[in-house]
C-alpha cells in the first residue's frame, strides 16, 4: 500500500470571459455573504449592478475581471475598474468562496488585479470593504493597501463599518504573492 501525499488543489486565476463568469459572482456573493453574515438581497443588488456596470461598459485596456478555479470549479472573482479619477482605479467584489479559502486563492486575485491596474498606468488603487471581513482585509494589507478612513453604516440589514483602502501604485516595485 502506497501513501501518497494529498495533492494540493491546481488554482487557476483567468478572464472572467466565459459565460456564466459574471453571473456566477453575483449569485455567489449573495449566497456566501448570506450564509456567512445574514446580509440581505440589497447586497446582492449592488453586487449586480458592479457587474452590470461592467459588463455593459467597459474599456478591456483600462479594466479586467477575473475569475479563480480550483480543479476546473468557479471558486473566486475581483474585478479592476476605473475609479473616480484618471489615474485611479477601484478593486471591486473580491470573493473566495469557503471551500477555496487557505489555499491562496485571494491573494491571487489580488496579485492579478494589482498587475494589471499597474499595467494599465494607474498610479492608485482603491478599495471599500467592510470591517466584518477580516480575512479579506489581511489580503489587502498584505498586498500593501492602507486604510484611509471609516464610517459606520446601515446597509445590507445590518449595522455596519465601511471602510476605504488605498495601494499607492508607485511606491510598490513588485507585486506581492506568488
Known amino acids: 500500500m502506497s501513501s501518497q501525499p494529498p495533492q494540493r488543489p491546481e488554482v487557476v486565476v483567468r478572464p472572467a470571459d466565459r459565460p456564466g463568469d459574471l453571473g456566477w459572482a453575483v449569485m455567489a456573493h449573495g ?20 457587474v452590470a456596470d461592467y459588463a455593459t461598459d467597459h474599456d478591456p485596456a483600462r479594466e479586467g475581471a477575473w475569475i479563480a478555479e480550483v480543479d476546473g470549479e468557479r471558486v473566486g472573482c475581483i474585478l479592476c475598474v476605473a475609479g473616480d479619477e484618471p489615474a485611479v482605479a477601484a478593486l471591486r467584489i473580491l470573493l473566495v468562496a469557503p471551500t477555496a479559502r487557505g489555499l491562496g486563492v485571494g491573494s491571487r486575485l489580488v496579485e492579478r488585479c494589482v498587475t494589471f491596474a499597474r499595467d ?27 486604510l484611509a478612513d471609516e464610517e ?9 463599518v465601511g471602510q476605504n483602502w488605498t495601494l499607492d501604485l508607485s511606491v510598490i516595485t513588485t507585486a506581492a504573492g506568488n
Open 31 to 50: 449566497e456566501i455573504y448570506h450564509q456567512q453574515f445574514g446580509w440581505d438581497a440589497s447586497f446582492e443588488a449592488l453586487v449586480a449592478q458592479i
Open 120 to 146: 494599465a498606468g494607474y498610479r492608485q488603487v482603491t478599495l471599500w470593504t467592510n470591517d466584518v471581513l477580516a480575512s479579506a482585509r489581511r489580503i489587502y494589507e498584505a498586498a500593501g493597501f492602507v
Open 152 to 160: 459606520p453604516h446601515h446597509s445590507f440589514g445590518h449595522d455596519l
